[in-house]
């Protein structure tokens, strides 16, 4: 029997589960039935542990990435996350893969994925500049008592003779919002970093072997995010002081007298180009990185400096100076910004290439090494998204020009960049595309849940009812799609491939927007016209920009109500978890504005509990489900080696493998599984056929507990005294199974070092205990569970 010197801790995945869910300590706990309508017992102290003995804990982070509903808005920096994510997903080598060329490669892939970053950052500032600056600063102002009429809120920036109504005052006003947004991202960087970045290094690791997690300085970003952060507020301010200074420069040429703006332009763009060359510094060597954020923080004052002389710029009186078009510059900067986009982003394509090839990443990496330029694409195309959504519909609303023929009716036609029509372009495609992979993965799920259908009844070895049959084969056809995620990711980039040849074809034949004439489908949406076509070819464009216009505004509409869903409701939660919990696992080292990672709170957090466990001479058995297996290999990871033989590790539906160690091989492939398994005094691994989540983890040195699945359900008929067939559980319930509790046992048995026998042959029944499977096949084998 395990003595009481036992933990079991519990660390729940993405569902958020309470305390006194983990720890099943409710007095009620159910005997048969649903959530629907089921039967209930009152609990025992014996009823809430899985292994006499052994004292159950929960660690519970749910709160980390959830609460208050404020934090929903935080979707609507899933652009950024992207790009973020994208960072950590490149292919790299190790050990003596790590050569200077090797090295030189995988730099180069983390600054093209900042210098994405960077570009997302400049483009939201534009989008606001774009609402604030060129369509109420500039275009609305410029009509004159036509906008104040429409808009009478307006009319002190528009009407004759107020005392806002020329070109650099109301500018002036309309720059107000970019820097609102920008202060806003800024302020968010900060508290979520005082929020999350609190604890600090109390330990020193294991270095012993060359594993990314294990440095001790991998969950304490503080220092990185702070220079990323101003580089990206230094250069967002440099963008807003540039809009602000060409205007009135472009006057000022015209007129012959141009030196003063000229000089201040030039000024700007210098300080703009070093804060972009400053992401090209390594993060890592900590004096080189303490001697760029310093430099860095200087420029981001320099920005500063140079927005309050545009501004003085900007407002110097101007007799005769009008309002007329657009806003000077801004067309040409958004051109510039996505032909760079479309050129750092084939960039990354092939270095990503090259690191693969050269790099040590195994067979089964995603993609071939391009799933992490694939998601930086995603994240710069969603934000390129939003922010036409946010600019077009601004536009219409402003302008009135919502619909065909608005212009009859006195609407005011405000002109949104064209660069913007062709990302709402991408965007319907993105959405044909979409429903088309839909349609296609529907099919294939249909075909595996027939060819399930014979492994069902041949593994539960009896006559079976065919819509028994049906179900169970359903729910393993379902739990099998996480391999085609890479195919239908690959399929949603080729409206990305689509708009980049669009770019390089206008950029090479020097027409990189359309004329803009037209009211076009939706009234106030601008055909693209980068080619001679036929008039329906011109039309149908028309129409995809307008649809996209509306389905991006609509799209962020939706995340914005499915983030406060998913904080206030578990099942909205779960859906969703997945992909937020993955994206903001990892620290912010691309996009210092992105949602803060929650691991830089957790994985410190657990690291030093387990130590200070095992310093007392007490077991743990660290049980994570999903997520939480995770933030276990992670914390595991972070422990001093004097830990190793009183720590247990039990995963189940983990996704380490399945998705991390294909995602992200660098710090989840085979060889750092296989790494992670040799700093643990043992390691089992549950898993299901029926859970699309978790999956058996392979590693260099053999699978971690079992090769084959645990049966779900456990009995294919109704068992006596129940009406309802056992429920298919999917992602859920590991610790309810006795194939847990068997798991918890053998660990506690291990470590508490009872079994019988000399060392070698304990060595021996600990390799059994937690690396090999047994055979579970038909029902009649599987109760009662003989665990290992």
């Not at 594993?211 to 300085?217: G, I, K, T, V, W």
């Not at 009716?409 to 991408?426: E, F, H, I, N």
């Not at 409206?495 to 037209?518: F, K, M, S």
């Not at 643990?680 to 898993?687: D, F």
């Amino acid at each position: 029997m395990p003595d009481e010197s036992t933990v079991e801790l519990r660390i729940h995945g993405v569902s958020g589960a309470s305390a006194e869910e983990l720890l099943e300590v409710q007095p009620a706990g159910p005997v048969s039935g649903d959530d629907l309508a089921g039967f209930y017992r009152r609990r025992s102290a014996a009823d809430a542990e899985t292994v006499p003995g052994v004292t159950r804990e929960a660690f519970a982070w749910g709160n980390l990435t959830s609460g208050r509903s404020s934090r929903a808005l935080w979707l609507l920096l899933l652009p950024f996350m992207l790009v973020n994510v994208a960072h950590w997903m490149g292919p790299r080598g190790t050990g003596d893969d790590r050569a200077l060329t090797h090295r030189a490669v995988e730099h180069g892939y983390d600054v093209l994925v900042r210098l994405l970053a960077l570009s997302l950052t400049v483009l939201l500032t534009l989008a606001a500049a774009g609402v604030g600056m060129d369509l109420v600063g500039w275009q609305c102002a410029g009509h004159g008592s036509a906008c104040a009429r429409l808009r009478p809120w307006l009319g002190f920036l528009s009407e004759p003779g107020a005392p806002l109504a020329t070109p650099g005052r109301s500018l002036t006003v309309g720059a107000l919002l970019p820097l609102l947004v920008v202060a806003v991202l800024w302020r968010l960087s900060r508290r979520t970093g005082v929020e999350y970045e609190v604890v600090s290094a109390t330990m020193r690791t294991s270095r012993d072997a060359d594993a990314p997690l294990s440095d001790p300085r991998f969950w304490h970003n503080g220092a990185a995010v702070g220079r990323l952060r101003s580089a990206h507020i230094a250069v967002a301010l440099a963008t807003i002081a540039l809009s602000l200074a060409v205007p009135p420069l472009t006057h000022d040429r015209a007129s012959g007298a141009a030196p003063a703006g000229t000089v201040l332009v030039g000024l700007i763009a210098a300080t703009a180009a070093v804060s972009t060359v400053s992401l090209f510094v390594p993060t890592t060597a900590r004096t080189v990185n303490h001697v760029t954020a310093r430099l860095c923080r200087a420029l981001r004052n320099v920005s500063t400096l140079l927005l309050a002389l545009a501004v003085g710029y900007a407002l110097w009186p101007r007799p005769g100076w009008t309002a007329t078009g657009t806003l000077p510059g801004h067309t040409v900067l958004l051109d510039l910004l996505l032909a760079a986009q479309c050129l750092v982003g084939a960039l990354l394509a092939v270095t990503a290439v090259i690191q693969y090839r050269r790099g040590r990443a195994h067979a089964e990496t995603a993609m071939g090494g391009l799933a992490g330029p694939s998601v930086a694409a995603t994240g710069v195309v969603l934000g390129g998204v939003f922010s036409a959504a946010l600019v077009h519909q601004s536009a219409g609303w402003l302008g009135g020009c919502h619909y065909q023929g608005a212009e009859r009716a006195g609407c005011m036609a405000l002109r949104p960049p064209d660069v913007y029509a062709w990302l709402q372009m991408a965007f319907t495609l993105e959405a044909v595309i979409a429903l088309g992979t839909a349609g296609v993965v529907w099919l294939l799920l249909r075909g595996r849940a027939r060819a399930e259908r014979e492994a069902v009844a041949g593994r539960y070895q009896r006559s079976t009812t065919a819509a028994r049959t049906r179900d169970i084969a359903r729910a393993r056809a379902l739990g099998s799609l996480t391999e085609v995620l890479p195919a239908c990711l690959g399929a949603l980039l080729l409206p990305v491939v689509a708009l980049a040849a669009l770019a390089l074809y206008a950029a090479l034949t020097g027409r990189l927007t359309g004329d803009g004439a037209g009211g076009g489908w939706g009234g106030f949406v601008s055909p693209v016209a980068v080619v001679d076509a036929p008039g329906w070819a011109n039309a149908t464009v028309a129409a995809m920009v307008g649809i996209g216009a509306w389905l991006g505004g609509a799209f962020l509409l939706a995340l914005m109500w499915l983030g406060r869903s998913a904080y206030r409701d578990r099942p909205t939660r779960q859906a969703v978890g997945v992909l937020w919990d993955i994206g903001t696992f990892w620290p912010r080292a691309a996009h210092p504005l992105a949602p803060p990672s929650y691991a830089e709170r957790a994985v410190p957090q657990l690291a030093t509990r387990i130590a200070g466990l095992t310093a007392d001479g007490t077991g743990v058995v660290v049980s994570g489900h999903s997520q939480g297996s995770v933030l276990a290999a992670a914390a595991v990871w972070q422990l001093p080696g004097r830990c190793r033989d009183r720590v247990v590790l039990i995963t189940h539906g983990s996704p380490l493998y399945r998705l991390y160690g294909r995602y992200f091989p660098a710090y989840f492939g085979p060889e750092a599984l296989g790494e992670l398994r040799g700093r643990v005094a043992g390691w089992r691994n549950l898993w299901r056929a029926t859970d699309a989540v978790g999956g058996p983890i392979p590693t260099d040195r053999g699978d971690v507990g079992f090769a084959e699945p645990l049966p779900d359900p456990r009995h294919y008929e109704r068992r006596g005294g129940e009406a309802l067939y056992p429920r298919v559980l999917g992602h859920s319930d590991y610790t309810g199974d006795p194939a847990y509790r068997d798991a918890v046992a053998a660990a506690a048995r291990r470590l508490a070092g009872t079994r019988p026998g000399s060392d070698a042959s304990e060595r021996a029944g600990e390799e059994r205990d937690v690396g090999e499977e047994d055979a579970t096949t038909g029902e009649e084998t599987l109760e009662p569970y003989q665990g290992p």
